[in-house]
């Protein structure tokens, strides 16, 4: 994908008013992560405005990003910059481009695709066999959580997974 | 008694127990009977960067119940409202509806702080909570982006229903900080600091508790507590209740019905407190 078609697919996937942003800096100064990001989320609608798809999928940014939607609550021109993210997140993944974040919604959506409901347990589980590192904060949390009596192995089945199956199909290639 | 369609989200079973417990009990005692959606499945959270499958997996439960439907979860009842709106596109509707077992024909979605600030209105509660300075939390997608519960700036719905239940709402800064819930287990650093700072910003204000409304935010302010004690090196232990088991307590619901004992900084001193100023009077 070309630099001019990654700034249409973002801008097909996250809306219109992209083309209008003013560069103000209202996004990045409510975010609760900027200080910890390698570019801002204003910055980042630049990298995808003018095409520079590689630094834009490559930033760190997109994975910081904690879905709080202040930023999009207060963009003067409508503009939703954390469906930016999403479309940033859903492009890195069509690309094959790995990293820990993307292997965490990539276990979460495929639970949510095979049982219809999240397991913390096995969603933590799988999550730290594939991020070894990850594994001692998690047990820290299992211990905490399982002298309290709230962990559980079993969220509940579901018994409409077709109709689960018929969403994704319909709306995973989007 | 009226009925209410429940949404407990996936968190209800494991993480948020006591906010599932204590939210039965509750709606038990204010005559509302809760009547969980029969084949509920998981709103996708904030995990499905794909928008029109998140709106697809958030729809599907919208088309269980004619009721409306109640959820605890801020994510939950965010995803369910986006929806909604989204829906509105007829060419996204019929797409949906082709796929769906039901079809979707609208719905309506409340947040259990919807339906407490309507159901104790003009209500007499038996326990006092006189001098209890309760800090109410936010988080960010109760109100956010525009969920039509409160101004998603300055939102004033909890401090209300504090100021119902007798207590005295505290002002935290950081009210409306997120509380990094999403990336705790991709990003442990920057949500344990988002939580260190939520949770200073509450002892400051001089809160003897922080009132949560969402089971991830209760995670990471609560069970998260002594891992922030540890890694910054402070003494917080200010406990963290549901919003429910807060307006339980007003309600003189008792502390098993209310799940109190699993709390991970246990609020039993501080109820212990309100029963005693009560006596006390």
Request: net charge neutral; proline share 5%; hydrophobic share 40%.
């Amino acid at each position: 994908m070309s630099g001019a078609k990654f700034t249409e697919e973002v801008i097909r996937l996250a809306g219109e008013e992209i083309r209008t942003c003013i560069q103000c800096g209202t996004c990045s100064s409510s975010c609760s992560t900027a200080h910890l990001m390698d570019n801002s989320i204003r910055k980042l609608i630049r990298l995808v405005l003018d095409g520079r798809k590689i630094e834009a999928l490559a930033s760190d940014s997109i994975w910081l990003c904690t879905s709080c939607l202040l930023c999009t609550v207060r963009c003067p021109r409508g503009i939703r910059p954390k469906a930016v993210v999403s479309a940033l997140r859903q492009i890195c993944e069509r690309e094959g481009i790995r990293s820990r974040d993307a292997s965490f919604e990539r276990i979460f959506m495929d639970q949510i695709r095979s049982m219809g409901r999240i397991s913390e347990v096995l969603l933590s589980a799988a999550y730290a066999l594939r991020n070894p590192d990850a594994a001692v904060p998690i047990m820290e949390m299992g211990i905490e959580l399982l002298s309290r009596g709230k962990v559980s192995l079993d969220p509940g089945s579901v018994k409409g997974m077709d109709e689960i199956e018929r969403i994704f199909r319909e709306f995973e290639n989007e | 008694m009226s009925e209410i369609a429940y949404y407990p989200g996936c968190v209800s079973k494991a993480t948020g127990r006591e906010y599932d417990i204590s939210t039965r009990s509750v709606a038990r005692a204010l005559g509302i009977e809760l009547i969980e959606l029969e084949d509920w499945s998981c709103c996708g959270a904030t995990h499905v960067p794909n928008e029109m499958l998140s709106v697809g997996l958030a729809a599907r439960n919208l088309t269980q119940s004619s009721l409306p439907i109640m959820t605890t979860c801020s994510i939950c009842y965010s995803n369910l409202r986006s929806a909604i709106r989204r829906l509105e596109d007829n060419g996204l509707r019929a797409r949906l509806n082709s796929v769906l077992e039901r079809k979707y024909k609208g719905a309506r979605v409340m947040h259990v702080v919807e339906m407490l600030s309507e159901s104790l209105k003009n209500r007499e509660l038996p326990i006092k909570l006189s001098g209890l300075r309760v800090s109410p939390y936010y988080g960010c997608l109760l109100t956010r982006p525009g969920n039509g519960i409160d101004s998603p700036e300055h939102p004033k719905v909890l401090e209300d229903l504090v100021r119902t239940l007798g207590a005295e709402p505290v002002e935290s800064p950081l009210k409306m900080l997120c509380c990094g819930g999403p990336v705790f287990m991709s990003r442990e650093d920057a949500a344990l600091e988002s939580a260190y700072h939520i949770l200073m910003s509450a002892k400051r204000a001089g809160a003897d508790m922080i009132m949560a409304v969402c089971p991830l935010c209760h995670l990471m302010l609560d069970a998260k507590q002594g891992t922030i004690e540890r890694r910054y090196g402070v003494d917080l232990r200010i406990p963290v209740l549901y919003i429910t088991q807060l307006a339980g307590i007003a309600l003189g619901l008792g502390p098993d019905d209310l799940a109190l004992g699993m709390n991970s900084i246990s609020p039993l001193p501080l109820v212990e407190r309100v029963y005693q100023s009560m006596t006390a009077d």
